[in-house]
């Protein structure tokens, strides 16, 4: 392990030294939000590669590029609890320090640890208070046909055909594809909850959906009241967004 165990630290090194640790964490969550959009993808990451300017993350449970161009620093946070577990993170920053993204170690502290120590000490950071997960919460009901994102998951549901769900904001690309099989209202989002993927979409976040593609594969791109893209973008069969 390292010798000192900072609460928060920039590590030393590249990006790409920082974020290739994750393939000796065990399952790791990279998480991304904005714009009421949470996508989440979990697992043991397989492989970390670099090429033009860019990091792969793949594997059977991970699918996402990183924009080295975007992300500049590489912050590790060992504050993350969710009740008596601990969830570090490594956090991956823009030029101004913004957290774009996190890789959060869901196998706790011990093997976050182990594979950081291969970059040595990094800087110390001001600590945080301790991060906790909010509690869980009953499924709400929301009335079918309620919103355009309430819409089109209940169809996708409904048609039992794979799809490919991608979110594309600054500094990174992810996507999953399988079938999603149900949909659960908690807390003011509807929550896609599978055993490598987390999609949580706010209510009333999409106001619709833009269509492309005429034939059998098409593509239904998020859009906000504003008109602004929200990064979320479906596709795969028409059939499956029939009741869209």
Not at 27 to 40: D, K
Request: negative net charge; charged residues 20%.
């Amino acid at each position: 392990m390292i010798p000192s165990k900072h609460s928060r630290e920039i590590l030393p090194g590249s990006v790409a030294a920082a974020v290739a640790t994750v393939t000796a964490m065990g399952r790791v969550m990279l998480s991304v939000s904005a714009g009421g959009v949470i996508h989440e993808r979990m697992g043991p990451v397989g492989a970390v590669t670099e090429a033009d300017g860019r990091l792969v993350l793949s594997g059977e449970m991970h699918d996402a590029v990183i924009d080295l161009g975007v992300i500049v620093r590489v912050v590790a946070d060992r504050t993350g609890r969710m009740k008596d577990r601990a969830l570090p993170r490594l956090e991956l920053q823009d030029g101004e320090g913004a957290t774009a993204f996190s890789l959060i170690g869901l196998d706790g502290l011990e093997p976050f640890d182990a594979a950081l120590d291969r970059l040595g000490p990094g800087e110390t950071l001001p600590a945080r208070p301790p991060r906790e997960a909010p509690p869980a919460t009953a499924a709400e009901v929301v009335p079918e046909g309620a919103d355009a994102g309430a819409r089109l998951l209940a169809s996708v549901t409904a048609s039992g055909q794979p799809v490919s769900v991608r979110f594309r904001c600054r500094g990174l690309e992810q996507g999953w594809t399988g079938i999603i099989g149900e949909v659960k209202p908690a807390m003011g989002f509807l929550n896609v909850l599978l055993p490598d993927f987390h999609l949580h979409l706010k209510d009333d976040a999409v106001a619709v959906w833009r269509r492309d593609g005429a034939g059998d594969i098409v593509t239904l791109s998020a859009q906000a009241a504003d008109g602004a893209g929200l990064g979320l973008v479906f596709s795969g069969p028409a059939a499956a967004f029939a009741a869209a």
